[in-house]
């Protein structure tokens, strides 16, 4: 809160926040300082927008729109230094030499695990404090959840490390089941969230082995979901841009591991309820 509280004190109209990373978090705080009358820049290194975590299609509409917005994107940008005067930064200094100026800078470049208390206690980490569905780790007597949580993926056969609201409540209600000596809760379809602007990202599941994506809806109205296939048709994760339906339709299809054909979920005349059925 101390953090998010000065961050909104630097944003005041006319003042110029350098974004370094251009994930969700330094997207969203981008779309934030608009808001509030500053200028925004991000500094990416890599090629493109959420590059990590998102496809090529919705990082050029988030760049996309973000420009329309506003916002200068730097990709395929190095961070050499940051540098200023008296305590305070006063510009970006970039691997080829440019120094964009700034009043203040947001530093949004991923996280770590903070699993040392996990492994001072002798518990198996890797990516995080490694536990099963039941939210168990490798002692009897220590259950851990949320971020820090290495965890089964049930629907994608692997493990992975969640950063999300929703992984945690999903997590807590596994640990309580188990304590309790209740059945363990149905796996959930991992989904996250973005704010930006009016643009409203919801995202169900998570793309493993996706080769195909299917576009359904209109990219350019703003008004879209991409649908993550595999070489046999089974979604593995939707991308929806204030499309609710297809977000809401598509856990269901990936909780059902269902396969569909990417000209029908591209086909408008094909409802979601069909396509979920
Ligand atoms: C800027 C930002 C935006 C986000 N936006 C979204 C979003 O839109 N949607 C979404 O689903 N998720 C979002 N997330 C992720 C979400 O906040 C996390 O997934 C969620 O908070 C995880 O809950 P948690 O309890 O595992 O961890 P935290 O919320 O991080 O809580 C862990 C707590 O444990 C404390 N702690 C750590 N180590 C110790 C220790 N050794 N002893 C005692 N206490 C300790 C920490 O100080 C902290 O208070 C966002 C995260 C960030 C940073």
């Given amino acids: 809160m101390a953090d998010a509280d000065r961050l909104k004190a630097a944003l005041q109209p006319g003042a110029s926040l350098a974004v370094i990373g251009g994930g969700y978090i330094g997207l969203e705080a981008a779309a934030s300082a608009r808001a509030l009358g500053a200028e925004a820049i991000i500094i990416e290194r ?57 009043d203040a800078a947001l530093i949004g470049v991923g996280a770590v695990a903070n699993d040392e208390l996990a492994r001072e206690a002798g518990l198996t980490c890797h990516n995080g404090i490694a536990v099963d569905l039941a939210a168990r ?15 089964p993926l049930p629907l994608y056969d692997r493990l992975g490390r969640l950063e999300s609201v929703p992984n945690a409540l999903e997590q807590a209600k ?30 169900a599941g998570l793309p493993f082995d996706s080769t195909e994506i299917a576009v359904r809806g209109d990219v350019e109205a703003a008004r879209f979901a991409l649908f993550h296939l595999t ?42 309820q069909q396509l979920a059925a």
């Fill in 46 to 102: 890599e090629s493109r927008v959420l590059a990590r975590v998102a496809c090529p299609i919705l990082s050029e509409f988030f760049q996309t729109f973000h420009r329309g917005q506003g916002v200068t994107i730097e990709v395929d940008a190095q961070v050499a230094a940051l540098e200023g005067a008296n305590g305070r930064v006063g510009g970006v200094r970039l691997g080829d030499g440019r120094l964009i100026a700034c």
């Fill in 137 to 151: 780790t490798d002692d009897p007597a220590i259950f851990a959840i949320g971020d820090c949580t290495s965890r």
């Fill in 174 to 203: 596994q640990a309580a089941a188990m304590i309790c000596g209740k059945p363990p809760p149905t796996p959930e379809v991992p989904w996250f969230w973005s704010d930006q602007y009016d643009l409203r990202l919801q995202i």
């Fill in 231 to 272: 070489a046999t048709g089974t979604v593995q994760a939707v991308e929806a841009v204030n499309a609710s339906t297809e977000f809401m339709g598509g856990r269901r299809i990936i909780a059902r591991r269902k396969r569909l054909a990417r000209a029908d979920i591209e086909d408008m005349s094909i409802s979601m």
